[in-house]
């Protein structure tokens, strides 16, 4: 049996967020999940999930759960602040195990059980720091749980993703996941190094890996850069109407 669209009261009272309901009505076959980047807030995900209309998918674009310090207006994803002290930027990884607990719980306890979905009618789509939070996400599933996707544009896989103490969680490096995975980044001045892709490799079975012809790793610009997202979703997605072509021409901030 299909699962149902979900209700903000399904939801802890805690969590902000918007649900986009499928286009036209339709009942929802999947549910994407949009996580935003370190310094940001959920609505620029909100407006990209209504301009892609995903057929027979609902989106939840989701806030972060921990404002910066001195902005009430922007919102992080890790565990803790730390300053790169050779960019004197904050660093996108300080710990995700606040947030892949609070995503798994998402996931089985409200998507799963209360709106009856499977984890395989489940994806992530993250940006920086939210692809970050999506990666980390994935390595606390279940030998027997795989994901719909996971989206990450210019989030790299932590390095804070590590072989967790004894009795606390599972090891992830004797396993391949079977979630597969995309990542999406620039060529040049990108968080997405080489070691961190060869990590997702070590880690999940399929990884897939964009390089736009471009500097940095803001979100997708063009049809060019969006059309492998779409293209990728649409081969995951459960949809007898498939993905829009309009689609692929709109990018976000």
């Known amino acids: ?13 805690s969590m902000v967020f918007d649900i986009i309901p499928p286009p036209g009505n339709h009942p929802p076959t999947n549910v994407l999940i949009l996580l935003h980047g370190l310094g940001d807030t959920y609505t620029p995900f909100t407006k990209l999930a209504q301009a892609i209309q995903l057929p027979d998918s609902v989106c939840i674009s989701l806030r972060a759960p921990s404002v910066l ?7 992080h994803w890790a565990d803790d602040l730390i300053l ?9 990884d300080g710990g995700f195990k606040a947030a892949t607990k609070s995503l798994l719980d998402m996931i089985r306890n409200i998507l799963m059980d209360k709106c009856g979905y499977i984890a395989r009618e489940v994806a992530l ?16 599933l279940d030998d027997d749980e795989e994901l719909c996707a996971i989206i990450s544009i210019g989030g790299p896989f932590p390095d804070s993703v590590v072989k967790p103490i004894k009795g606390e969680a599972k090891d992830i490096t004797t396993r391949k996941l079977q979630t597969p995975i995309l990542v999406c980044h620039g060529n040049k001045s990108s968080n997405v190094t080489d070691a961190s892709i060869e990590r997702c490799r070590n880690n999940f079975e399929h990884v897939k890996v964009v390089t736009w012809a471009r500097e940095g790793d803001s979100m997708p610009k063009n049809r060019e850069e969006m059309l492998p997202i779409m293209i990728f979703l649409s081969q995951r997605l459960k949809s007898l109407r498939g993905v829009p072509a309009g689609a692929v021409e709109i990018g976000a901030r």
């Open 125 to 140: 789509w993250g940006y920086g720091q939210g692809g970050c939070a999506a990666l980390a996400c994935a390595t606390g």
């Open 1 to 13: 049996m299909p699962g149902r669209l979900p209700k903000k009261e399904d939801f802890p009272s």
């Open 84 to 92: 790169n002290e050779a960019t004197g930027n904050l660093d996108m």
């Open 69 to 75: 310090p001195f902005d009430e207006g922007r919102f």
